[in-house]
């Protein structure tokens, strides 16, 4: 695992703690009940702050599983 996963896992961890590792990496909208509105604005929150970037709406509605928003930090670190 690369330091962005690892870094986006504990984002991911720190919003949804009942959650293994595993289940994280395969994390979806779908897949995970709590993942609700409130849960989505958390996680961003955690991911600009870990990361030091700004997510724009316009990526918001893709940020539907862990696979999603990883890709969507690799674009931005491309980007930088």
Do not use: Y
Request: charged content about 20%.
């Amino acid at each position: 695992m690369n330091s962005l996963s690892t870094r986006l896992m504990q984002c991911f961890s720190a919003v949804f703690p009942d959650l293994t590792e595993e289940q994280i990496l395969g994390a979806s909208l779908t897949s995970v009940p709590k993942w609700d509105s409130i849960a989505t604005i958390t996680l961003i929150f955690l991911i600009e702050e870990e990361f030091k970037l700004q997510i724009g709406t316009d990526e918001v509605g893709n940020l539907i599983s862990f696979e999603a928003v990883l890709k969507v930090l690799e674009k931005q670190a491309r980007l930088s």
